[in-house]
């Protein structure tokens, strides 16, 4: 089945039919005046080429960091012959407290480039917190895993779900991505206890038997100008069709925080928390433990 695609919808009606129903959605009209110039691989290599960045395999085990100039030159313009590209260039903006080769720089050079798409809440939210700015509008404040993913033909981030129940917003600017999308009801199906996800192109049955009795749940291609939605635990696998630059970020909303606090209780050691409390920095203590997190969430949330 195909991606439901909508256009000129209202905040409201996102929120109620895509993020609390959490189905995924692709947005046709959602990056209509931005300036779809700026990212492609011409100008951001003529722009930022001598900046170091990451690169990445199908998860997300860094491989190496190297200028974006070179990552483009060997990567993108492949031919069959020459064999497509298997390295994937995810560049964050800061994400935690530490040194690294982030983007914000080119994040803060491009944000007259791009907007906060017209539907996508920027209030309520729970994650990033919302004390510091009233409207959080993401192509000027850091959001969770707010990244520019240039990466070649034949690329891939294989099946996964994001981090700690968040949402994931992926704009579409160049080229063309094959999306798989599994449900989360199919998580017993696709992963296993290892938190290891199954590699739906080449399933190990013996590994995830249970693989054998589910198909995807939705296949589509993301094409330039289009928004696609990720809801909160849904499994994606995504392969470049082409040389493809997008942008991407998280979010947990306000009427996400139950399943929030769920993962937290039933997740403490999860590594990917320290990411969470960096994006709640000036609402609680970079210390807190796991238990202080939920109870930080019910109080602000009134949750009982
Ligand atoms: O575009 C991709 O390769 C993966 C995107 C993704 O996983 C996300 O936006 O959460
Ligand atoms: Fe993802």
Known sequence: ???PRVKNITEEKFI???????KPV????????WDMGKFTPEYLKKTFGNHKVQVYNDLFDLQTIQPLEKYIDNNFFRTEKEGFSNKYMRWYTKLKEVE???????FEDLKSSWGHPYFI??????IPSNNDVLNRNVNEFNYPYKGLFISGKGSRTRLHKDPFTSNAVLCQFYGEKKIYLFSPDKELNVMDNNHDFVDVKNPDYVKFPNFKNIT??????LVPGEIVFFPSGWFHDVTCTSD????????????QVERLCNHIENHPEDDQLEIAKFFLKDEIDGKADSNEMIQFFKNKFAIV
């Open 1 to 3: 089945m195909k991606i």
């Open 16 to 22: 109620e039919d895509y993020i609390f129903a959490n």
């Open 26 to 33: 692709i947005v046709t009209d959602g990056m209509e005046k």
């Open 100 to 106: 690294f080769y982030w983007s914000d720089k080119v």
């Open 121 to 126: 809440p920027k209030t309520s939210l729970a």
């Open 216 to 221: 995807h749940d939705y296949e589509d291609t």
């Open 244 to 255: 493809s630059i997008s942008i991407t970020w998280n979010f947990v909303h306000a009427l």
